[in-house]
């Protein structure tokens, strides 16, 4: 069953309009909520007036961020400083030269100031949501208007618009990491030395469905309950349980059908919590559900990470040493700093360098909150090392791809420990960049160059390798359950946001247990029955949760087989295992078979051998710890520019993703094909734009450019399928294999195609306006 192309068997539910997401729920006496937001990035609150508001039709409540912290709560903790990558139990970062990792709880309103365009100051409930909406107008707030910074450099210099009175310089965080005299060393007697600022733009988290929440408070018993999709239960419960100062025992959270969630959806949002809030004061079920302007300006976003790179290399164009800078725009609240830790993880790749030093600093800004967003940090972290190579090629006068061949990690140096202290196992990089040479039609590129040429037209090709460091969570759970109608329930911590779990994760159970996949329920995303986890993210469901398929399969056969011979009353080694089941052999008489409904209904009425008062044919597993794996690959990507008009048509992208073992091909193919178009798009079009004083220039589908269908090219994609020695299934992951090496190894066709034109590093995205530009001013020099 393990590595079958198997079409998903939940497509048919959620593609038919059958699924359930949490803007499908409703609860009895809802009442709706809406959200007076921010239209400063930058400004102190002097007054709200909500009397006008109040007053309106079927209002309930006019709720302000003080009323809130009066009722005793807190704001939310968002735990950003996230683990370290090889010790689960130690934090990422640790030293600062600002003494601490900053941390600072936010308030699902704002209190006394605000700090980024969109910020909730007031959530309005009423009977409807139009009624909410209105009284929202209503809301009359005076702002004195402050100062704005919202680029991460801008915001580290002195005398820059301060968000925090102890947050000097707005600087979260700067550390330094690696070994700073080895690398000064190799810098010094470098032949070339490449120094590049690149600059990752910032993403929207444009999912399929808008969030939404639902909260409900039953007096009568002290429940909460809230329902809102997510990329992990226990997260949410955990950080909202602490923020309202709930009993966990008396808090459950859903998450029912999640259309998409690319990191984002991780961290606790600030509107569940107001819901939740708001359904306890006004004693009614509260509704929210965002729209695609709301979302624009509150959803976390992703990306904006200033990378400066320096990478010293020899005569024959070794690596020496590495020296880049990370500077990350945190926003306006510090939710997350994985992005920062991820990409100092791989700064390296999957190049052999002696020698590295990284600073990295965390900065404020008056922007909406960043965190993990497809990737995390891996592809700038790509981008900046395979764009340095090709400028290094080009300087030292070396092919693009032989320069890659010399400094490529070789296979039979496997298992080392990458200069960041992470430990590659396996992969053969080498084999990797030949196979989507070969792909991609690498050699045949001079005579497709010269027939656009021909054309008028600017061909280019770019080549980029990759690695990725999945961490994510370090706890998950899975529990299994036979039960008496012969159907196993699963119960897993993690939960698809769209991944197709139900179809990937049965596939595992099957080739285990034997049995065939409708006899299997997945049941995930309530903490009424989730009791821990870790959430669906950085790769790491199949690692985890598979592992543990694997060893609760294991569990679940040994205690049935035990409760067979218990039923048969002989020893049990003289069982043997049977499609749905266990047989015993007989010599003269017909086997008899002891069918896994035969054994749950046993122990339904009997219990256990060793344990007669567990009724339950169950078993559970658990892991806390690394896992870790190295998902790796190659991407090549051709273009054509249009020197007229500044367009690029995207005409062949090939790429080889070594995803480990692949449980189901088509499953993984789907998922690099959408991360594909994600990093695509950022490369070509997507940007958050908004002017020097925050207000927001690109606040819909309108005006970001969310790419098309028409926008990819032909992709040729194949799985190497080089398992890791790190988990039993050999697993690597693929979700974000498709979008790590996009960004770089368009870059590197771009640079390519205009390499007559310009050799300075293009700005991203690099949209037809920002290419014609450069191509006008490149003729008019040339002309002057």
């Known amino acids: 069953m393990i590595g079958q192309p198997l ?13 359930q997401y949490t803007d499908d729920m409703d609860l009895p006496g809802q009442a709706w909520a809406a959200f007076v937001r921010s239209p400063h990035a930058h400004a102190r609150i002097v007054a ?13 409540a006019v709720l302000t961020g003080q009323d809130y912290a009066d009722d005793g709560h807190r704001g939310v903790d968002h735990i950003p400083n996230p683990v370290d990558a090889v010790d689960a139990r130690a934090k990422a970062f640790t030293r600062s030269t600002t003494g601490r990792i900053y941390e600072r709880r936010q308030w699902p309103l704002a209190i006394d100031r605000v700090r980024h365009v969109g910020e909730a100051v007031v959530m309005v409930v009423a009977q409807t949501v139009h009624q909410a909406r209105d009284a929202a107008e209503a809301v009359a707030i005076e702002y004195e208007v402050l100062p704005a910074v919202v680029r991460a450099d801008d915001a580290l210099a002195e005398g820059a618009p301060q968000l925090y009175d102890d947050l000097p310089r707005n600087l979260c965080f700067e550390t330094e990491l690696g070994d700073r005299a080895a690398v000064d060393a190799a810098f010094a007697g470098a032949a070339c030395v490449v120094r590049r600022e690149f600059r990752n733009s910032r993403i929207v988290n444009c999912q399929m469905e808008p969030r939404s929440a639902l909260g409900h408070y039953d007096a009568a018993q002290d429940r909460w309950l809230l329902i809102a999709g997510s990329q992990g239960v226990n997260r949410q419960h955990m950080a909202l349980a602490d923020a309202l100062g709930v009993a966990p025992e008396r808090l459950r959270v859903v998450s029912p059908d999640v259309g998409g969630g690319f990191g984002p959806r991780y961290s606790l949002n600030m509107e569940p919590v107001a819901v939740l809030w708001g359904a306890r004061r006004v004693g009614r079920p509260v509704k929210w559900t965002s729209d695609r302007s709301e979302a624009f300006v509150s959803d976390y976003q992703g990306r904006d990470l200033l990378i400066r790179a320096a990478v010293a290399f020899d005569a024959d164009g070794r690596i020496r040493a590495l020296d880049n800078h990370l500077v990350g725009n945190v926003g306006a609240h510090a939710v997350s700093y994985v992005p920062m830790s991820n990409s100092s993880r ?3 790749s999957v190049y052999d360098v002696p020698a590295v030093a990284l600073k990295i600093s965390a900065a404020m800004s008056n922007t909406v909150p960043t965190g993990p967003y497809r990737g995390a940090g891996r592809p700038e972290a790509m981008h900046a090392i395979e764009r340095a190579l090709d400028v290094a090629a080009r300087e030292l006068g070396i092919d693009r791809v032989e320069i890659r061949r010399r400094n490529l990690i070789p296979r039979h140096t496997l298992p080392r420990l ?11 990089f080498q084999a990797n960049m030949d196979r989507v040479l070969q792909l991609a039609d690498w050699a045949g590129f001079a005579q ?18 990759y690695i990725e460091s999945p961490v994510g969570a ?8 036979m039960r008496p109608d012969g159907q196993l329930d699963i119960v897993s911590g993690t939960q698809s946001t769209g991944q197709g779990h139900e179809t990937s994760f049965l596939q595992v159970l099957a080739e285990h247990l034997g049995l065939p996949p409708e006899r299997m329920r997945l049941r995930t995303g309530d903490t009424e029955i989730v009791k821990a986890g870790g959430g669906t993210h950085s790769d790491r469901s199949m690692r985890l949760a598979g592992t543990l398929l694997v060893q609760g399969s294991a569990q679940l056969l040994e205690r049935a087989r035990l409760v067979a011979a218990d039923v048969a009353k002989v020893e049990p080694e003289r069982l043997q295992r049977h499609a749905d089941g266990f047989v015993l052999k007989r010599r003269w008489w017909a086997d008899r078979v002891l069918t896994w409904a035969d054994l749950a209904r046993h122990v339904a009425q009997h219990g256990l051998p060793d344990d007669p008062a567990c009724k339950r044919l169950a078993v559970e597993a658990e892991f806390f710890g690394r896992m870790p794996a ?10 054509e520019v249009d020197p007229d008009t500044g367009d690029v048509a995207l005409l062949r992208y090939a790429a080889v993703d070594d995803v480990g073992r692949a449980i189901n091909p088509l499953i993984l193919e789907g998922q690099i094909h959408g991360g594909l178009a994600q990093g695509l798009g950022q490369a070509l079009g997507e940007h958050y734009a908004i002017d020097g004083k925050g207000q927001v220039l690109a606040g819909s589908f309108m005006d970001y450019r969310l790419p098309r269908a028409g926008l990819l090219p032909p992709l040729t994609i194949e799985l190497a399928n080089d398992p890791t020695l ?15 090496p996009a960004t770089a190894a368009t870059f590197n066709a771009l640079a390519d195609a205009l390499s007559a034109h310009t050799q300075e590093e293009l700005p991203m995205p690099a949209t037809a306006l920002a290419l014609w530009e450069l191509i006008q001013t490149s003729q008019e020099l040339r002309h002057a």
């Open 346 to 348: 791989v700064t390296t």
């Open 418 to 428: 990458s200069p960041m202290g992470l430990p590659y196992d396996a992969g053969d």
């Open 48 to 60: 709200i007036d909500t009397a006008a508001a109040r007053a309106m039709p079927g209002v309930l």
């Open 7 to 19: 079409p998903r068997r939940e497509d048919q539910r959620l593609i038919t309009g059958r699924g």
């Open 630 to 639: 190295y998902p790796t690959g190659a991407a090549v990507c051709e273009l």
């Open 474 to 481: 370090p706890r998950e759970r899975i529990e299994l359950e």
């Open 448 to 465: 497709r160059r010269a027939a656009s040429a021909a054309r008028g037209k600017l061909r280019g090709i770019g080549l980029a390798n």
């Open 726 to 740: 790190g988990n039993p299934l050999g697993v690597k992951g693929g979700g974000e294999s498709g979008i790590t």
